[in-house]
């Protein structure tokens, strides 16, 4: 179903590990799932592969024009290969989620996330797909920019990297438009832990009989 697969995040070793480079982290797990190398277009301002699935092109892009101009990159490489929005599925950080969580939603809005604003100026429509990474909000408006600018916390980011390996696992289901599955899959948390044995049953302590019993027959010999 999908003929491109963008990632979103902002380009530079500074802004690697940050929230806002969700979508990048996954386009890279699914390059190696995939098995080919993102490499530098300037054609389409932003790094490229070619991968195939069951016989067709599918294109992944993870642009390079920061994040609030990654429409330019997405839309450029659209039109040259007549690709539709219904065919593009962009991944992108969320903060209305929470880490370890994902959400896939087709058209809506951009709820503020300048990647996606820019998408829809450039494309003219907001009818393509989503794969929101759930990042978590700092509960403050004020703090977003900072927030989504920084690195998660080490639970944060290892709720985040099972979210993306969730995700990758669903990477069939839809790359064949099979969306009601990889919904399932996708939305699905990890199992949780399982509860610990319960203890044992003490012994029963012995009776006073018994006690005296032992005390008088003694010390084995």
Do not use: C
Request: aromatic share 6%; no cysteine.
């Amino acid at each position: 179903m999908f003929k491109l697969i963008v990632g979103l995040g902002n380009p530079g070793p500074e802004y690697e590990a940050t929230r806002h480079n969700a979508g990048f982290w996954w386009l890279d797990a699914i390059a190696r799932e995939l098995k080919v190398s993102m490499v530098l277009d300037r054609s389409y301002q932003g790094l490229l592969a070619r991968a195939t699935w069951d016989g067709r092109p599918v294109w992944l892009l993870e642009p390079m024009t920061w994040m609030n101009e990654s429409g330019k990159s997405v839309a450029a490489l659209a039109r040259f290969y007549k690709i539709q929005p219904e065919e593009i599925l962009v991944a992108h950080d969320e903060l209305d989620i929470v880490p370890g969580e994902l959400k896939l939603k087709r058209g809506g809005g951009h709820a503020g996330h300048n990647g996606l604003r820019s998408i829809h100026a450039q494309l003219g429509s907001d009818d393509y797909w989503r794969l929101r990474i759930g990042v978590g909000h700092p509960g403050v408006k004020s703090e977003v920019i900072h927030w989504v600018l920084k690195k998660p916390s080490p639970e944060h980011r290892n709720a985040i990297e099972d979210s993306l390996i969730r995700a990758t696992q669903a990477l069939p289901e839809l790359l064949n438009g099979e969306m009601d599955k990889a919904t399932q899959r996708l939305h699905t948390s990890k199992p949780p832990r399982p509860k610990p044995p319960k203890p044992s049953r003490p012994e029963t302590a012995p009776s006073a009989n018994t006690r005296a019993a032992d005390q008088k027959a003694g010390p084995a010999s």
